[in-house]
């Protein structure tokens, strides 16, 4: 054993549980459902949701999901894997 690793064993067990806990969430982060925006039930509710925005004028990309017909509030993207909106999308 070198005298660095002697002197400095709990320098090396924090890094050690550091990156345990690292790879633990970033495969938790790859596994676990992001969310979904649910969808609305029937045209009704979707006419009324566009008029809205149509209204207010934000019937854009970053308000409206055209694909699901909802509106999509901040940080959603829609997800071409699944066909669904995710929630809170970093990209």
């Known amino acids: 054993m070198t005298d660095a690793t002697h002197t400095h ?12 806990l690292t790879a633990y969430f970033y ?4 596994v ?12 009704a509710e979707q006419k009324a949701v566009i008029d809205e925005l149509i209204e207010l004028w934000k019937f854009d990309e970053a ?3 055209v694909t699901c017909m909802i509106r999509t509030p901040l940080r959603s ?6 066909n669904r909106c995710i929630a809170k999308h970093d990209q």
Not at 9 to 20: H, K, P, R, Y
Not at 77 to 82: E, G, I, L, S
């Open 77 to 82: 993207k829609h997800c071409r894997r699944c």
């Open 63 to 65: 308000n409206f999901c």
């Open 9 to 20: 064993w709990l320098l090396n067990v924090a890094f050690a549980v550091s990156m345990g």
């Open 32 to 43: 676990e459902d992001p969310g979904f925006v649910p969808k609305l039930s029937g045209i």
């Open 27 to 30: 495969i938790l982060c790859m």
